[in-house]
């Protein structure tokens, strides 16, 4: 929090001077002038000013100077989260990426992890190519939660300057990571797809769709660092395990205050049904309205297990209750890119199609010809999805010995 | 329980392209729309109002047209609206979206609660209700799929909060932020009611003098980002279409997937 006058609205008036019950204020060569050290941000004089001419903010000139001080800010930052003391894989995509922005920038790759116990984990970030791993080991930051992980993170980034801070778009990415841009003025991209570097300009390229995948964008951040983004998870390739890559750990704790958080985190509920998570998967099996009744998704069942695979479904069979909204892909439900995404029954309305569309493989099963899922397919078959997706299953399971 | 929501008038995203003579986005005849996990946020904030009391404020910045948002909002049940509107704020990335909504969520008064969708169709970041929660530093739950209790005397809320796994139980004390996701519930329709109410309903509008904000840090000063480039996505190649009885297909098709899957 801080508090500073806008020069070019103050009139050097002097009504803050009486409103300020701490004599904080001083007005000099007809400006204001707020001594910092008697201010206790009570906000009298903002109410006094007739211009508008002082104003409270979350952010103190010097963190803005600090976001400004380019050329102080080096190498590239993973934000490495875990889930019961294991990193998640997304880290180490990023990971794989990051190698290559540091070794084009010339600079460190650093991984961030925070947790309990998870010495081991930060091993393993060095042999995914990580020179650096900054660890937090708590017990107060066992599991995700937004207070005291932002402000770990805030700490670390203000001690240390890294020039770039990557981090998974998930759902702990996400939450995470906008609250500590906010809180240094760092610009944040969500969501990216692509990552480069402009080499003369020493910029981070950060590409994402926009508008449900319809238009690309391409954002930079010039004049701020650390340059911050969230990349989705199954875009970019894991960095390789290296058991000889070498690095240092570095160790930091913090006050009680800083891992303190006004929410509370009372349990973590799994809901093991299908097992597979929907945005790791590397195969996905959806079903939509075709299916006719919720018994029939027994056969998409089938197939995702034979392949190893997550069910999805498409807002139609949502919204007709048979499968739980945890299963909808799409725009209103989950945005997945797996290896292979095999679309049975889905006639691809758009709302559906943004959300999977960047599938590496696309296999649509439907009856009708003229259904828009065809425009997006690799592979489409033109019949009737109960007499293929059995046959299917069969093949598959002859071919994979399961 | 006095919450506030905050929301965003969007294009009906799955008709904007780009022209490619000018590279800008076709805006034109495209109908603008309340954002849908929006709509859920409305819906959630008058169902506490009906519980608990209260009122319930819609907040959005945008362009003037964006009153329309409000006004349905209005007939949905919301009590007020207020319009952020001010060319001063064009060009705001999340940071500086967020610091401005922060500042009219302060403006509107004394609140227990803001709301907001888990993001917007058009931007789809999710970064702007996770900001305002910094700006104004108060907690924040994202992707809360179920308020399971609201102690309005004790002022906390517990409440689901959707992962990739399931979800987590949270307890949050107030005031607090929220984002919520589809399954919270089932937006309601307008009623006949309350859709004279909202042609009547007085809109507030604040521009950048009425908020008090700094000017450094609104529109295109305080935007740390900025847009390069925008350009059409490579579109997929035409696929292949497999013929043949159920068998062959399969057949085909496994062939196809073979090293893939293996």
């Given at each position: 929090m801080s508090i500073r006058v806008i020069n070019e609205k103050c009139t050097g008036c002097k009504l803050c001077i009486k409103a300020c019950p701490f004599a904080a204020i001083d007005v000099v060569k007809k400006k204001a002038v707020i001594a910092m050290d008697k201010c206790n941000l009570c906000g009298a004089c903002i109410e006094s000013c007739k211009f508008d001419a002082i104003v409270l903010t979350k952010i103190s000139p010097s963190?803005?100077?600090?976001?400004?001080?380019?050329?102080?800010?080096?190498?590239?930052?993973?934000?490495?989260?875990?889930?019961?003391?294991?990193?998640?894989?997304?880290?180490?995509?990023?990971?794989?990426?990051?190698?290559?922005?540091?070794?084009?920038?010339?600079?460190?790759?650093?991984?961030?992890?925070?947790?309990?116990?998870?010495?081991?984990?930060?091993?393993?970030?060095?042999?995914?190519?990580?020179?650096?791993?900054?660890?937090?080991?708590?017990?107060?930051?066992?599991?995700?939660?937004?207070?005291?992980?932002?402000?770990?993170?805030?700490?670390?980034?203000?001690?240390?300057?890294?020039?770039?801070?990557?981090?998974?778009?998930?759902?702990?990415?996400?939450?995470?990571?906008?609250?500590?841009?906010?809180?240094?003025?760092?610009?944040?991209?969500?969501?990216?797809?692509?990552?480069?570097?402009?080499?003369?300009?020493?910029?981070?390229?950060?590409t994402r769709p926009a508008f449900g995948g319809?238009?690309?964008?391409?954002?930079?951040?010039?004049?701020?660092?650390?340059?911050?983004?969230?990349v989705r998870h199954k875009v970019m390739k894991e960095a390789e395990v290296n058991n000889h890559h070498r690095g240092k750990i570095i160790e930091s704790s913090f006050d009680d205050d800083t891992y303190s958080s006004r929410t509370n985190l009372l349990d973590v509920v799994e809901e093991i049904e299908e097992t597979v998570n929907l945005t790791e998967a590397d195969i996905i099996v959806s079903g939509g309205?075709?299916?006719?009744?919720?018994?029939n998704f027994q056969l998409i069942e089938e197939l995702a297990k034979v392949l190893g695979g997550a069910v999805g479904a498409s807002r139609a069979a949502v919204d007709a209750g048979w499968k739980t909204y945890s299963h909808q892909v799409g725009q209103t439900g989950k945005t997945v890119c797996p290896k292979i995404y095999i679309a049975c029954g889905i006639s691809g309305q758009i709302q559906h199609l943004v959300g999977m569309q960047s599938s590496d493989v696309i296999v649509a099963i439907n009856k009708d010809q003229h259904a828009p899922i065809f425009n997006v397919a690799t592979y489409g078959i033109v019949g009737n999805l109960f007499e293929i997706v059995p046959e299917l299953t069969k093949r598959f399971r002859e071919v994979l010995k399961k | 329980m006095n919450i506030i929501v905050c929301i965003k008038q969007v294009p009906d995203t799955t008709e904007v392209r780009i022209d490619p003579e000018t590279n800008t986005l076709i805006r034109s005849g495209v109908e603008c729309i309340i954002n849908p996990f929006d709509m859920y946020a409305i819906e959630e904030g008058i169902r506490l109002?009906?519980?608990?009391?209260?009122?319930?404020?819609?907040?959005?910045?945008?362009?003037?047209?964006?009153?329309?948002?409000?006004?349905?909002?209005?007939?949905?049940?919301?009590?007020?609206?207020?319009?952020?509107?001010?060319?001063?704020?064009?060009?705001?990335?999340?940071?500086?979206?967020?610091?401005?909504?922060?500042?009219?969520?302060?403006?509107?008064?004394?609140?227990?609660?803001?709301?907001?969708?888990?993001?917007?169709?058009?931007?789809?970041?999710?970064q702007v209700g996770p900001g305002i929660s910094a700006h104004l530093d108060i907690p924040q739950v994202t992707y809360v799929k179920k308020i399971e209790e609201v102690d309005a005397e004790k002022r906390h809320m517990r409440v689901e909060r959707m992962t990739e796994e399931g979800y987590e139980i949270i307890e949050s004390p107030l005031p607090c932020l929220i984002t919520v996701v589809k399954e919270i519930n089932e937006p309601r329709l307008p009623s006949l009611k309350g859709k004279m109410r909202a042609k009547k309903a007085e809109i507030k509008k604040w521009?950048?003098?009425?908020?008090?904000?700094?000017?450094?840090?609104?529109?295109?000063?305080?935007?740390?980002?900025?847009?390069?480039?925008?350009?059409?996505?490579?579109?997929?190649?035409?696929?292949?279409?497999?013929?043949?009885?159920?068998?062959?297909?399969?057949?085909k098709l496994v062939e196809l997937l073979r090293s893939e899957v293996l």
């Open positions: 963190e803005i100077d600090f976001a400004k001080k380019i050329e102080q800010h080096k190498g590239v930052w993973v934000f490495c989260e875990q889930k019961n003391g294991v990193v998640q894989s997304v880290g180490y995509e990023l990971l794989g990426k990051g190698r290559e922005l540091a070794d084009t920038l010339g600079v460190d790759l650093c991984g961030v992890l925070l947790g309990e116990n998870i010495k081991a984990e930060a091993q393993k970030v060095i042999h995914r190519g990580a020179n650096k791993v900054y660890i937090v080991d708590s017990p107060k930051l066992k599991h995700y939660q937004s207070e005291p992980y932002s402000k770990v993170l805030i700490k670390l980034i203000k001690e240390h300057k890294p020039e770039i801070v990557l981090c998974g778009a998930t759902s702990i990415g996400r939450s995470l990571i906008s609250r500590v841009a906010i809180s240094i003025h760092a610009g944040l991209t969500a969501d990216c797809t692509g990552l480069d570097i402009d080499k003369k300009e020493r910029l981070l390229l950060q319809n238009i690309m964008a391409t954002i930079i951040c010039p004049n701020h660092r650390p340059q911050m983004a969230t309205r075709g299916l006719q009744n919720p018994e | 109002k009906e519980k608990f009391g209260g009122k319930v404020s819609v907040v959005t910045m945008g362009p003037p047209q964006a009153e329309d948002a409000l006004r349905e909002a209005i007939s949905l049940g919301a009590d007020e609206a207020v319009l952020i509107s001010d060319r001063a704020f064009a060009g705001s990335d999340t940071w500086a979206t967020s610091y401005t909504l922060s500042k009219a969520v302060q403006k509107a008064g004394d609140y227990d609660l803001v709301i907001c969708g888990k993001q917007a169709i058009d931007g789809d970041t999710a521009g950048a003098k009425d908020l008090n904000v700094d000017p450094d840090l609104i529109g295109l000063n305080g935007s740390p980002t900025k847009v390069l480039k925008i350009f059409t996505p490579q579109p997929r190649g035409k696929g292949q279409i497999l013929e043949g009885d159920a068998k062959e297909v399969s057949e």
